[in-house]
């Protein structure tokens, strides 16, 4: 549904085929489920905060507070995090190196590209999230839901109007908010938000809109401009090439 909306309304021409792309995107979700189930297969995030509640672990189990309050504290509390665990990946060595994996390609199921590496570290810093504020379970649920929903979108090449993305930024990332985030220029460096935008607007780290347009902007990895085209095994390798590379 999503990937015939974007090719219907693309905010961008389309430079490369869906084959390659999605076999090789395809292939590291994948990879990816298998090693967070492996690794953790009491239940990730909401087997996490069961066993916070359990056994009153966490900010929002110490403290009486209403559920109306606790949910979305939790919530905020798990994006902010989130968005911390982001701007880490842009600034330190290997986690830098595994996540540029992701900035390599262009489209929709750029959502699904991640190295096993940064879907390691990712479900790490989540479970800490939760186990750090005690999150209730229906907000770990509700996020999850809300983060896979806007990922999918905030990656997607569709065109949205100006004025109705203008107002949606306010509160969540849109497709024009986060394609800044993957120019090839030091754009990449902003927007970091995964939901939320509040914390790149707090921070310093919000860009409205990249220098050059939407339309004339270079996606990417600034030294590999055909990085969209990489295969399954190619991306697995490409941290370590880019060490060896230096």
Not at 29 to 34: G, Q
Not at 65 to 80: H, S, Y
Request: aromatic share 12%; hydrophobic share 50%; charged share 15%.
């Amino acid at each position: 549904m999503a990937c015939a909306i974007e090719r219907t309304w693309p905010r961008r021409p389309f430079k490369y085929g869906v084959f390659t792309r999605w076999s090789s995107n395809g292939g590291m979700l994948v990879t990816n489920m298998l090693m967070v189930r492996t690794v953790f297969a009491s239940g990730g995030t909401v087997g996490m905060a069961y066993y916070c509640a359990e056994n009153e672990i966490g900010l929002l189990n110490l403290v009486d507070v209403p559920q109306v309050v606790a949910f979305p504290l939790a919530m905020l509390g798990i994006d902010f995090v989130m968005w911390f665990q982001h701007r880490l990946l842009h600034q330190f060595g290997f986690l830098w190196r595994a996540h540029q994996v992701h900035h390599s390609d262009l489209d929709l199921t750029t959502a699904l590209r991640f190295h096993p590496f940064e879907a390691f570290f990712t479900v790490l810093m989540r479970l800490g999230a939760v186990a750090i504020f005690g999150t209730p379970i229906l907000a770990v649920a509700a996020y999850e839901i809300l983060l896979e929903a806007l990922d999918t979108l905030g990656h997607a090449a569709v065109r949205i109007p100006t004025r109705v993305d203008a107002v949606l930024r306010w509160v969540h990332v849109t497709p024009d908010y986060h394609r800044v985030h993957h120019s090839a220029a030091p754009e990449m460096n902003r927007n970091y938000a995964l939901i939320f935008t509040l914390w790149d607007r707090l921070f310093g780290t919000y860009q409205a809109q990249p220098e050059k347009g939407h339309l004339k902007m270079k996606l990417g990895l600034p030294d590999r401009r055909e990085a969209p085209t990489l295969h399954y095994f190619s991306l697995l390798l490409l941290p370590f090439r880019s060490m060896r590379q230096g």
